[in-house]
């Protein structure tokens, strides 16, 4: 090879070496970038590892859990079944959603706070009073019989009292209240221009008039123990031969000679019939009535009767048969125990006696006693009833009146309305004593308590002196003093008085009138009568709602008031209503005392915002206690937050990851290929510059030996 061509390869090895050392330093920085591109993929794929989310926990009825991812949104939600939470900022401010702001702010009170989310307190109580309403009751007459009303205007409550009717059956008393269940609710809850329930007993009126009304039953308690105590004394002054009726009894049933039973029932005859030196000593120490009053006559007159009876071995029944009739057949019913059937044959009639009870069913039947009764008739028209028998068991009934037909055509017969008959029968010495012993019974426990509070010695200060005479006490300017329980007795119902009207007790407001004013109905009455002032009439009114109130409820038990959901009936009607209710009254009170701001919608979905907000303590969570308390607390001691792993993102990142490494990895073995490829080349062509370089040196060397 000429020196020209050497040097022209020298140069194109040159050359191409020179690319070749390009080409190296390029794929290296490609396997650099290979490098940092790898370190990349593995910073994003750990970062996916390390990635967790916030979940929050929702409970359900049966107290299984779900995850949600967590927000403000789903972190405030209400659910029946979780753990009531809410965050605060650095401020003190709850924060809460935009609705709840404008609920809030639109609202003036709890109740209307609560109704924006559809809840409703109500209750079924009045709606079941329906039933009382319009019905059949018993009342009492002015003789304290039971009667029947047909149809109430109102619901009816009890009084707690039993009384019996003409026919001798109890039956429990009740009032009509003259308002329908509606207007009870009304006035219960303080609608339609009623103020309410609570409100009316929390007034000063209404406390005033408690304590007034407290104070009058303490002081008309105590005078009317005191009462019952001087009944007592004057109990004690009634004497026959120097004994009272007390010791007259015990000595009585003590007894075992039936004569001298009768005679102490001659004693207690003398000390009720007032005869002799007894005058009227009984009655008037006993009741302090007149001589001539009608009730108090009519009721010695019967106890006389009670002992005469017994002492004539009779019983008197007043005006008890009842006569029911069947073609020849009669029936009498006396009232207690006993029936007659009369059966007419020919121009004579014979009788039957039987005693009424009843069977387990409570049916009345009737047990036939005596097979048969001999009718006589008496000189004075009367029918007469005797059994036969003689001594001990003869029994006779008189004054019986004869029926009669109603007219000639007619088969039933008439009987009087009104009548009186005697039954006659041997009594044993028992017998009396029971008769004594049940008309002293009646003097001891109904007159001592039946005392007229007018009399002076149930208001004055008195002894007994020496002669068995009532002798009053008097003050220096000799005006008889007052007991003490009068003198109370008197200014509490005064004070009673003048805290219902507002006005001054009368003088003419008669003592006997005092306990009407512990009667709510009678009260009103009086009201009526007295003409109270508009402030005080308007008081009383509502004071009669209340205790009506009071009444109703203590017969058919107070109304329970619960809540209900009307936005969702079909889902938590009756059932989380109550539930809900707390839970908003909860972030009532909250937003009211620690103040407020609302949190825009999209921060308050956003997942990323509320992980933020905690991690970098710009907020602060508050939790519900079991007391309804709120307490802040750290979202990391919270058992319902809790992190989790997107395991979708995480897969999908692995994927993400496995492909680049791939690839990097591919190119990174490319790269290498190449670059050995490179060197191999570059080794070779270094040997034939290296070759042709020393041929040029050794030609270049030859050359100048040749020219030296």
């Given at each position: ?30 396997k ?63 924060l809460?959603?935009?609705t ?18 559809g ?90 008039y ?177 059994n ?10 008189t ?19 009104s ?12 017998d ?42 008097e ?6 003093i ?10 509490a ?31 009103n ?28 409820m ?127 080349e ?7 510059y ?19």
């Amino acid at each position: 090879m000429g020196m020209a061509a050497g040097q022209a390869r020298l140069l194109s090895i040159t050359s191409r070496m020179s690319d070749n050392e390009l080409r190296a330093q390029l794929i290296n920085n490609d396997k650099m970038r290979l490098a940092t591109k790898s370190a990349q993929v593995s910073e994003a794929y750990t970062n996916a590892l390390n990635n967790a989310q916030l979940m929050f926990t929702n409970y359900d009825k049966e107290n299984n859990t779900s995850y949600k991812e967590l927000t403000f949104n789903s972190l405030t939600a209400y659910n029946q079944y979780n753990n009531q939470y809410a965050i605060s900022n650095s401020a003190g401010q709850l924060l809460v959603s935009e609705t709840d702001a404008k609920n809030f702010e639109k609202s003036t009170d709890l109740a209307s706070f609560l109704k924006c989310y559809g809840l409703e307190e109500t209750t079924t109580y009045f709606d079941n009073l329906s039933k009382y309403s319009g019905v059949s009751y018993y009342t009492t007459n002015d003789l304290g019989e039971a009667v029947s009303i047909d149809k109430s205007n109102g619901v009816v409550y009890n009084t707690g009292s039993l009384a019996e009717d003409k026919n001798g059956v109890s039956h429990n008393i009740q009032v009509d209240s003259g308002y329908s269940p509606e207007t009870l609710q009304n006035m219960y809850e303080g609608k339609d221009g009623y103020d309410s329930y609570n409100t009316i007993k929390s007034s000063e009126y209404y406390y005033n008039y408690q304590s007034a009304l407290s104070n009058f039953s303490t002081a008309e308690e105590a005078y009317t123990t005191k009462a019952a105590e001087i009944m007592n004394k004057l109990y004690d002054t009634v004497k026959v031969d120097g004994k009272n009726l007390s010791t007259i009894n015990s000595e009585m049933n003590a007894s075992t000679d039936i004569e001298a039973v009768k005679k102490y029932l001659e004693m207690i005859k003398a000390a009720i019939d007032g005869t002799g030196s007894y005058g009227n000593k009984v009655k008037n120490q006993l009741t302090g009535f007149s001589k001539n009053d009608e009730s108090v006559n009519s009721y010695f007159e019967a106890m006389k009767t009670l002992v005469t009876d017994g002492l004539n071995n009779e019983r008197t029944i007043n005006s008890g048969l009842k006569c029911t009739t069947d073609g020849n057949q009669i029936t009498y019913n006396d009232g207690d125990q006993d029936v007659f059937v009369l059966n007419k044959s020919g121009a004579s009639w014979t009788a039957q006696l039987y005693k009424t009870s009843k069977d387990e069913n409570g049916n009345e039947k009737w047990v036939l006693e005596e097979t048969k009764y001999q009718v006589t008739k008496n000189s004075d028209g009367t029918l007469s009833f005797t059994n036969g028998l003689t001594g001990e068991d003869e029994i006779t009934y008189t004054g019986i009146p004869e029926p009669e037909k109603k007219d000639l055509l007619s088969l039933d017969y008439t009987m009087p309305d009104s009548y009186t008959f005697k039954e006659t029968t041997q009594l044993d010495i028992d017998d009396l004593k029971y008769i004594g012993q049940h008309v002293i019974d009646s003097l001891s426990n109904t007159l001592k308590y039946t005392f007229d509070i007018k009399r002076e010695e149930y208001q004055k200060a008195w002894t007994i002196n020496n002669n068995g005479d009532i002798e009053f006490k008097e003050d220096a300017n000799h005006n008889k003093i007052d007991i003490p329980e009068y003198t109370a007795y008197k200014d509490a119902a005064a004070k009673l008085y003048e805290t219902i009207f507002g006005n001054t007790m009368p003088t003419n407001f008669d003592e006997n009138q005092w306990s009407s004013l512990a009667d709510i109905n009678a009260i009103n009455q009086l009201g009526q009568n007295f003409n109270p002032n508009t402030t005080k009439a308007t008081e009383f009114e509502k004071i009669k709602q209340a205790k009506v109130l009071d009444a109703i409820m203590n017969t058919y038990g107070e109304p329970n008031y619960d809540w209900i959901d009307t936005s969702n009936k079909n889902a938590s009607y009756n059932e989380n209503g109550s539930a809900k209710a707390q839970w908003y009254t909860n972030l009532y009170n909250k937003m009211t005392t620690s103040g407020y701001k609302a949190l825009q919608d999209g921060l308050a979905s956003s997942a990323e915002w509320i992980q933020f907000a905690f991690e970098s303590g710009l907020v602060c969570l508050e939790q519900v206690d079991a007391n309804n308390n709120w307490n802040t607390t750290t979202y990391t001691n919270c058992s319902d937050i809790t992190e989790q792993t997107n395991n979708a993102a995480l897969t999908k990142a692995e994927a993400e990851y496995n492909a680049a490494m791939a690839k990097i990895e591919n190119k990174d073995k490319r790269y290498d290929l190449e670059l050995k490829n490179i060197d191999t080349e570059h080794n070779s062509l270094q040997t034939e510059y290296d070759s042709i370089k020393t041929a040029i040196d050794k030609n270049i060397e030859r050359t100048f030996k040749i020219y030296s």
